[in-house]
């Protein structure tokens, strides 16, 4: 059993790699033929820039593969061994959050390399150094605390019910449910300076679509992102009465009135499908799965593991092997996602009356450009990773003449120079 999960691994490992290597390829092919959407030398500086991380990705995959090795091989067995309390809930507790803070350590050269190499050669980071330490450790702490009190309340469950994984599920079910209302809260207390949007004209523009959609917000909030970051964004966070509307001050700087409107009328379109109830239950389906596989495991695992089976053991496994689940759900989400984006688009135009739909196209075109996005990719890479249609795609489902696509990079030989 263990050399199967070891094989299932190492066999989405190799189909994770592949397909960054085919989107590389087909980069280095279309980067260097007639731009799109973007001036010739921002279409070739976007590509580098999509090459660039998809490479950072593909050496993060194979550190994750090696960590996985580690833990399944001797890693978790050491901390077994080497940590040792007498409350056998500060035990559990312990060794988990010990897998999960030295993961995390192995992680921050990819997250330093990433804001402070890459985002700075390409344009993007406006963060300082002191910045992105006291991000990190305000981060560190979240995840010790929480995350303790979360490891704690499973292993209660583990050790107190028969059924403990369709229990867990509902637990963490719930946890996850909380998250989506406490986000905004959180990020305002802990990240992002939040304020109330001034502008009374653009707050009443926003308050009348919002009211056209029976969205009921607790306020409309300014992000100052820009301190960190240059890209453009907004977030509707929150559930129910926690429910605000958070502009970042980078998309309020390039976008105007109309287009920021567009943006707004998007987002409140997938209010009004039901879109972030929909992606829950999406979410709760690959829970349901991941710990209905996890909760019936045979024995013979943990005696190939040479360890007892105790609650941190299962969570560990279910930690290590929860990318792959998530990997085998994304083409699914992404179907259903790409669908809710059209949906959201078209009421995004229809809430902006004449002309939305090209003010809406105006605001992509925008965020392509602003946001160093290449607007081109290969086919493998959209089905697993694309969460939005390509942005061609829904300038053209918007009426927007976009002219004829080249595809002949997918026809050229692949250069992936990696």
């Given at each position: ?113 990433e804001k402070f190499v890459l985002d700075e050669k390409f344009g993007f980071n406006k963060s300082t150094l002191a910045q992105y330490i006291k991000d990190t450790l305000i981060t560190f702490v979240l995840t010790l605390v929480l995350g303790s009190a979360v490891v704690w309340g499973i292993y209660e469950i583990i050790s107190n019910f028969d059924n403990w994984w369709l229990w867990s599920f509902a637990f963490i079910f719930a946890v996850v449910i909380l998250i989506n209302m406490l986000f905004p809260t959180f990020r305002a207390l802990f990240f992002d300076k939040v304020t109330p949007l001034e502008n009374e004209e653009l707050k009443n523009e926003i308050q009348v679509l919002m009211d056209k ?206």
């Open positions: 059993m263990l050399m199967t999960i070891v094989g299932i691994y190492t066999l989405y490992v190799l189909i994770s790699i592949y397909v960054s290597i085919m989107q590389i390829g087909y980069i280095n092919q279309a980067k260097v033929k007639s731009a799109v959407l973007l001036e010739q030398s921002e279409f070739y500086k976007a590509g580098n820039y999509a090459v660039a991380k998809e490479k950072m990705s593909i050496l993060s995959s194979f550190v994750d593969y090696l960590m996985f090795i580690f833990w399944i091989g001797m890693g978790i067995a050491f901390l077994s061994e080497n940590l040792f309390f007498e409350n056998d809930a500060w035990m559990n507790v312990a060794i988990v959050m010990g897998f999960i803070v030295i993961n995390s350590v192995v992680s921050l050269p990819f997250s330093y390399y959609t029976g969205f009921v917000s607790s306020g409309v909030f300014i992000s100052d992102a820009s301190k960190r970051d240059v890209r453009l964004n907004a977030y509707f966070g929150g559930l129910g009465k926690t429910k605000r509307v958070v502009l970042f001050d980078t998309l309020i700087e390039k976008l105007t009135t109309k287009e920021l409107l567009a943006v707004l009328g998007h987002e409140l379109g997938h209010f009004a499908h039901g879109d972030i109830y929909k992606n829950i239950a999406l979410v709760g389906l690959m829970l349901f799965a991941m710990f209905g596989i996890f909760g019936n495991l045979p024995q013979s695992l943990y005696l190939e593991m040479g360890l007892s089976e105790a609650p941190y053991l299962v969570m560990i496994l279910l930690l290590l092997c929860m990318p792959i689940l998530g990997f085998v759900m994304m083409p699914i989400m992404g179907i259903v996602s790409r669908k809710n984006e059209y949906a959201a688009d078209k009421t995004g135009s229809e809430l902006g009356g004449a002309g939305g739909s090209i003010e809406l196209a105006n605001a992509l075109k925008k965020l392509v450009s602003e946001n160093k996005s290449f607007p081109l990719s290969h086919p493998l890479y959209i089905f697993f990773h694309y969460t939005h249609p390509p942005v061609l795609e829904r300038l053209k489902a918007l009426g927007v003449d976009v002219g004829k696509n080249d595809t002949s990079a997918l026809e050229g030989k692949c250069e992936a120079n990696i």
